[in-house]
Structures are given as structure tokens and as C-alpha cells.
């Protein structure tokens, strides 16, 4: 319930997200009361979240535990995330072990995972499937209403930092599981 929307372009990465924090259906806590900080600092990476807010926390908690992942392409990013999926299992009794559906043999973390690094924009699913995006994409209730802005303004004359900003604006109009203000921050990609 959050929306993180990334471009990447010129040899950068934009990346942003909203700040709501909503608790169950429909209460969602004023700025002013609560901040959720969606998007965080990861040595030379930027890791967006959305999903289960505890995630934050066990993140966190795990990272210190662990070390600065390095996170500049695909088979770091799972192999971070892997460990990362043993560890829900073994140390945080709070995970729960079951699929979404009966249809599918995997995992299901409930949580989605957009990556701003070096090595170029990832998506890491709640299988733990790691996509690659050339161009952009969105994550969280509102991706949809972020990429329909990124699509309709993707030939307009204005800064990446602008067209995230509007991207995660659309979401926060339209889905109400988005809202507050939108953080951004940005990576130099150093792959073509």
C-alpha cells in the first residue's frame, strides 16, 4: 500500500516514493503524526519498499546484522534477497510460511522490492523473482497509476526528478492507500 516509482535515464536513477503510514484499511496517520520513509540508503544503492511496514524494521534489523549488501546486479540482488528469505525463516517467528495461492509452489514474502544501484534499476518480487528495467517501473497499490503518468509524460520536456515527483503525485491523487509527501533520490548507473 505505498507507491515507489523509478526512471532511469542519462546514467542516472530516480527514484521516489510516498510517506503515508496506514494502518489496516483506512487509517492512515497525518504526516505531521507519522512519516514512513519508503525509500533507504544502502551503501551505494537505494532500496524501495512496499508491503508489510514491519518489513522496515526486520530490514533494517537484518542489514545490521549482516552487513551492507552490495546490490549492483541481478544475481547479488538474489542472492542478497535469499539470504534475506532464510533468515525470515530462521530468526523472525513472526513470518508466516504459506504461499499466496494453491497454484504456485513458491514462497510469498508480501512485500515488493524496487533497487536504484550502480549496476541499474531491479525489480525483486514477492517470489523473490529479480527483473531488470532499461527505462523505468513502479511498485506498491499505485504502481499502476504511476506508470499510466510516466507513460503519458515520457516525451515531456522536464527533470527526472519533476517527472517522479508527478509519477508518485498521480498515485497519491488517485489510489487512497498512497499519500503524504514524495521523497526522491537519485544513483549514478554506471552500466549502459
Known sequence: MSI???IRRNGIITIGADTLALFGEGMAIPESNARAEKII???NAVLGGT???VYD????????????PRLDNRASIYEFFLGFWKALRENYSLVNEQAVTKE???GDLDATFLIASPGGLFNV???????????SHAIGSGAEYAMGAMHALQDANMSDVSFIQKACEAAIAIDTSCGGTVE????????T
Open 51 to 53: 508491503g508489510w511496514a
Open 104 to 106: 504456485t509452489p513458491f
Open 4 to 6: 515507489v516509482a523509478a
Open 41 to 43: 540508503k544502502l551503501g
Open 57 to 68: 524494521d526486520i530490514l533494517t534489523h537484518y542489514i545490521r546484522q549482516s552487513g551492507t
Open 125 to 135: 518480487s514477492s517470489d523473490l523473482g529479480v527483473t531488470e528495467f532499461q527505462q
Open 184 to 191: 526522491i533520490m537519485t544513483v549514478e548507473c554506471t552500466v
